[in-house]
């Protein structure tokens, strides 16, 4: 049986968050999750944005922890080697009606101290974005809306975590939580029972089945699926910034963006599901995205897109950001109502969440020797010449391109494999390093990868999966 101080449920951006914070302090942490890699199931599957805040409820927790999350990126992403960019979104007014709500838009945004939020012009905005409907009649500008890689976010906070004495168990599924004497002493999960001082439910989706085993479930999660759109990085039409539609009470609202690494990204949907698994798009809530899109911006290409995906928010019933702890409960800290902000505001529910422990009574000892840089896998196609030179001297693999579309090379593949979270699959691949995230989608690298998996795994080629265990790439052999 495993023993730690603190045992973390969910290895999506809030529970890699809490885990990497906690390990500033002398404790032993543990993160567990059912999947086979870090990133949960709406952490690698959203919008890639770093809000501001200026359009939550003022007053609410959500608030005040994406606001203070907002500025702390700048720092953290030099310090954990995460590509982010700090682009700005626009939000326009096509309509009459759109153009009567920035007022009140803007005051929301003051209430929730973002103030650098500013009007601009039909003419400013056309300036700015020149593929924006011409009938806009002016609009907001949001310089700290920013754009982040969300793979590589989710992925360098478990690293440096690591770095600091965290243990990630992955395939670790918590089938239930034992509680003596009015407190949490042990989680059962398939892989054994694992003691614990302290249990943080960060579970996301599943956040509200956790809660069910110490009997807390006062909410269930309801599922908002969102498709989107990724669009060709030769696409014909593309915007300099994020440009957001007016919002609503259920969504933010179908977007356009940049990515950090040049596509554009069309969605999402807001569509309220039972299911916790389907993450499949239709036809019509794709056709929604070109309708209201192009509503925006009339010139979109949707006809260059190179995939669609979906990914589901963790919609809380009643709706709220809570993080809770119970009289009658000790060791429990529960967490549910992460949203469309969950990606952003993760670093502040990890301090937020640190504070909660030490109100509780755990011995927070300030670690002096907390690492806190990390230094990411080369990305071969961003160095100069003389580098990738360099490079290839150091390590021959990085001489063989794998990912024409990406230029991922075999050094980087094999680098994943060993990082200290490694890549196992096919997806974990994709999302470190964007080998099958190309134009062809894995058309031409694909079965090179299959193979440098098999080899440096040391597994048949028709064990190595997708994901999740027994989604074979390789289903037998045909001679």
């Given at each position: 049986m495993l023993k730690t101080d603190v045992l973390v449920i969910g290895a999506g951006a809030v529970g890699t968050a809490i885990t990497r914070e906690l390990t500033k302090y002398k404790l032993d942490v543990i993160c567990v999750d059912k999947n086979d890699d870090v990133g949960g199931d709406c952490s690698k599957s959203n919008s890639a944005i770093i809000h501001t805040g200026y359009d939550a409820s003022p007053g609410t927790l959500e608030s005040e922890l994406v606001v203070a999350a907002n500025p702390r990126y700048d720092q953290l992403c030099e310090d954990l080697d995460i590509p982010f960019s700090r682009i700005g979104a626009i939000l326009p007014a096509i309509t009459d009606e759109q153009f009567a709500q920035l007022p009140a838009i803007k005051e929301k945004a003051l209430k929730n101290r973002v103030y650098d939020i500013e009007y601009r012009s039909k003419e400013q905005l056309l300036e700015m974005e020149p593929e924006l409907n011409p009938d806009v009649k002016g609009g907001l500008w949001i310089p700290r809306e920013s754009i982040i890689d969300p793979f590589l976010f989710v992925v360098a906070m478990a690293e440096n975590a690591v770095a600091n004495g965290a243990r990630f168990l992955l395939e670790t599924e918590v089938t239930g939580i034992d509680v003596e004497d009015g407190k949490v002493v042990r989680a059962?999960?398939?892989?054994?029972?694992?003691?614990a001082k302290y249990i943080i439910n960060a579970a996301g989706l599943h956040c509200d089945e956790v809660a069910d085993m110490v009997g807390k479930a006062d909410y269930t999660v309801v599922p908002r699926k969102g498709q989107f759109y990724i669009l060709d990085k030769n696409t014909s039409c593309k915007v300099n910034h994020i440009v957001l539609p007016i919002p609503t009470k259920v969504t933010k609202g179908k977007l356009m963006t940049p990515t950090m690494h040049g596509n554009m990204l069309v969605g999402p949907t807001a569509e309220d599901q039972l299911d916790k698994k389907d993450k499949s798009t239709n036809a019509a809530g794709l056709a929604s995205i070109r309708d209201d899109v192009s509503k925006l911006i009339p010139n979109v290409q949707l006809r260059d897109t190179i995939t669609q995906y979906s990914g589901l928010r963790a919609n809380r019933n009643p709706e709220g950001l809570r993080i809770d702890v119970y009289d009658d409960l000790g060791g429990y800290i529960n967490l549910s109502g992460v949203r469309s902000t969950g990606l952003t505001n993760s670093v502040s529910i990890g301090t937020y969440v640190a504070d909660l422990m030490k109100k509780m009574g755990a011995e927070m000892v300030?670690?002096?020797?907390?690492?806190?840089?990390?230094?990411?896998i080369a990305r071969f196609h961003e160095l100069s010449l003389e580098e990738q030179e360099e490079l290839i001297k150091k390590?021959?693999?990085?001489?063989?391109?794998?990912c024409r579309c990406e230029t991922v090379t075999e050094g980087e593949i094999v680098d994943a494999i060993h990082a200290p979270i490694p890549a196992r699959s096919m997806d974990a691949i994709k999302r470190r390093l964007r080998a099958g995230m190309g134009r062809c989608q894995g058309g031409f690298c694909g079965p090179k990868v299959i193979e440098i998996l098999s080899r440096e795994l040391g597994i048949p080629t028709e064990q190595v999966c997708k994901n999740n265990k027994q989604s074979y790439m390789i289903c037998g052999k045909v001679k």
């Amino acid at each position: 049986m495993l023993k730690t101080d603190v045992l973390v449920i969910g290895a999506g951006a809030v529970g890699t968050a809490i885990t990497r914070e906690l390990t500033k302090y002398k404790l032993d942490v543990i993160c567990v999750d059912k999947n086979d890699d870090v990133g949960g199931d709406c952490s690698k599957s959203n919008s890639a944005i770093i809000h501001t805040g200026y359009d939550a409820s003022p007053g609410t927790l959500e608030s005040e922890l994406v606001v203070a999350a907002n500025p702390r990126y700048d720092q953290l992403c030099e310090d954990l080697d995460i590509p982010f960019s700090r682009i700005g979104a626009i939000l326009p007014a096509i309509t009459d009606e759109q153009f009567a709500q920035l007022p009140a838009i803007k005051e929301k945004a003051l209430k929730n101290r973002v103030y650098d939020i500013e009007y601009r012009s039909k003419e400013q905005l056309l300036e700015m974005e020149p593929e924006l409907n011409p009938d806009v009649k002016g609009g907001l500008w949001i310089p700290r809306e920013s754009i982040i890689d969300p793979f590589l976010f989710v992925v360098a906070m478990a690293e440096n975590a690591v770095a600091n004495g965290a243990r990630f168990l992955l395939e670790t599924e918590v089938t239930g939580i034992d509680v003596e004497d009015g407190k949490v002493v042990r989680a059962k999960t398939t892989a054994g029972d694992i003691e614990a001082k302290y249990i943080i439910n960060a579970a996301g989706l599943h956040c509200d089945e956790v809660a069910d085993m110490v009997g807390k479930a006062d909410y269930t999660v309801v599922p908002r699926k969102g498709q989107f759109y990724i669009l060709d990085k030769n696409t014909s039409c593309k915007v300099n910034h994020i440009v957001l539609p007016i919002p609503t009470k259920v969504t933010k609202g179908k977007l356009m963006t940049p990515t950090m690494h040049g596509n554009m990204l069309v969605g999402p949907t807001a569509e309220d599901q039972l299911d916790k698994k389907d993450k499949s798009t239709n036809a019509a809530g794709l056709a929604s995205i070109r309708d209201d899109v192009s509503k925006l911006i009339p010139n979109v290409q949707l006809r260059d897109t190179i995939t669609q995906y979906s990914g589901l928010r963790a919609n809380r019933n009643p709706e709220g950001l809570r993080i809770d702890v119970y009289d009658d409960l000790g060791g429990y800290i529960n967490l549910s109502g992460v949203r469309s902000t969950g990606l952003t505001n993760s670093v502040s529910i990890g301090t937020y969440v640190a504070d909660l422990m030490k109100k509780m009574g755990a011995e927070m000892v300030w670690k002096d020797n907390f690492i806190t840089k990390r230094k990411g896998i080369a990305r071969f196609h961003e160095l100069s010449l003389e580098e990738q030179e360099e490079l290839i001297k150091k390590n021959p693999l990085y001489g063989n391109i794998v990912c024409r579309c990406e230029t991922v090379t075999e050094g980087e593949i094999v680098d994943a494999i060993h990082a200290p979270i490694p890549a196992r699959s096919m997806d974990a691949i994709k999302r470190r390093l964007r080998a099958g995230m190309g134009r062809c989608q894995g058309g031409f690298c694909g079965p090179k990868v299959i193979e440098i998996l098999s080899r440096e795994l040391g597994i048949p080629t028709e064990q190595v999966c997708k994901n999740n265990k027994q989604s074979y790439m390789i289903c037998g052999k045909v001679k």
